[in-house]
Structure formats: structure tokens, C-alpha cells
């Protein structure tokens, strides 16, 4: 990356950093141009420079969340799920550890961001983040556990605002609790502790 590059990744980072920082403490509608500039350090001018709207920045934003958020884990989703198609039904777990602690490190190391997202979901494309995991992840393994396709939805539904719960109240904690203590939870909340499946 050469100079100018590193300027532009800074100045653009900055400003992702104040449009975070300013959904933890209002919509995104009511945040102005002048407002992200002024968090962010820059002019109106540096904005439009990197930018046409808002709704640009969010979409970077967006981006540069998504990448953060990948990096915490060891391997991609594809590798994560490999042959869903090959693998025996008790090896079908939605929820294990190996997707957990890297989420809730991520979580724990982004605080802002999620609060950010619960406080304002349309603004942070919270539907769209969630529907890649029901799509890709709970759909094909709900499908192996025979559940009919018109119940999937509340299964879903179950897990996915179940653990956003569990994630808010430890976020109004301040995450002070131990990231592994709060996978043990989920864990223990979403299957039983033998290891067991309902269908």
C-alpha cells in the first residue's frame, strides 16, 4: 500500500469508526454529513471525496465490519460446514463452540459496533447479515433433521433471536463476563447437555 493509499484506508476507517459511534447514540437518519466529519476529523469536502451519500459510508462500513468479523475465524464458513450433505445427523450441531468463541470475541472486541447494531438493525443491515446464516447454515441443517419446510422458520427464528438475546444482555454487561461462560450458555440453552437431538 503506498502512501496515498494508507492515507485514504486511514481517513475512510475514521469515518467508519465516527458513523459507528454515532448509531450507538441516534438513527441513522437523523446523522448528517456534518456530524460524521466532525467525529471522524475530516472536512466536508474529504466526505464527498470518499463518498456520494450516507448511505455509501454504511455500505463501507458494512464491508469493513464483515472482514473484521472473518478474520476471528480459523476457517471460512464453506470449510466450517465442508460436506453438509455426507455428514451423520448427530454431527449437524447448530451451535458448537467452534462457531461461538470466535463470534463472542468478535463481539467482546467490537462492542460498539453491536450495540450499534441492536440500537438501529435496518441501519447496520442486521436482516441481511442474519439471512446469509439461515440461508447458508440453519436452512441445509434443518433440511437434514427432516423439519418440515413450513417450521423452519420459527426454528430460525428461535435460534437466531435466542442468541441476539443472550449477546444484548451480555453487551449491558459491558461483556464483563468471560467468553467462555457465555458460550457454556448458549450451548446449554439451545441442545441438551448430553448431546441429544430433538426433531
Known amino acids: 500500500m503506498n502512501k496515498s493509499e494508507s492515507k485514504y484506508f486511514n481517513t475512510a476507517l475514521r469515518m467508519d469508526e465516527a458513523l459507528i459511534a454515532l448509531l450507538e447514540e441516534k438513527d441513522l437518519e437523523y446523522i448528517t454529513v ?90 447496520m443491515q442486521v436482516d441481511a447479515r442474519y439471512g446469509e446464516l439461515k440461508q447458508h447454515i440453519l436452512g441445509p441443517i434443518l433440511e437434514r433433521f427432516e423439519i418440515p419446510a413450513a417450521h423452519r422458520p420459527y426454528y430460525m427464528v428461535y435460534y437466531v433471536e435466542g442468541i441476539a438475546a443472550i449477546v444484548k444482555k451480555w453487551l449491558r454487561r459491558d461483556c464483563a463476563d468471560d467468553v467462555e461462560m457465555v458460550a457454556g450458555i448458549i450451548e446449554a440453552c439451545v441442545r441438551p447437555k448430553d448431546g441429544s437431538h430433538e426433531t
Open 34 to 123: 456534518k456530524e460524521i466529519c466532525h467525529r471522524a476529523g475530516v472536512n466536508r469536502s474529504t466526505f464527498y471525496l470518499h463518498y456520494e451519500t450516507i448511505a455509501d459510508l454504511v455500505n463501507e462500513t458494512m464491508e469493513t465490519i464483515n472482514r473484521r468479523f472473518e478474520s476471528y475465524f480459523p476457517r471460512r464458513g464453506e470449510e466450517l460446514l465442508g460436506d453438509l450433505d455426507r455428514r451423520e445427523r448427530e454431527e449437524l450441531v447448530l451451535v458448537t463452540r467452534e462457531y461461538l468463541l470466535p463470534y463472542l470475541r468478535f463481539i467482546r472486541d467490537n462492542k460498539k459496533v453491536y450495540r450499534a447494531a441492536f440500537r438501529a438493525p435496518a441501519s
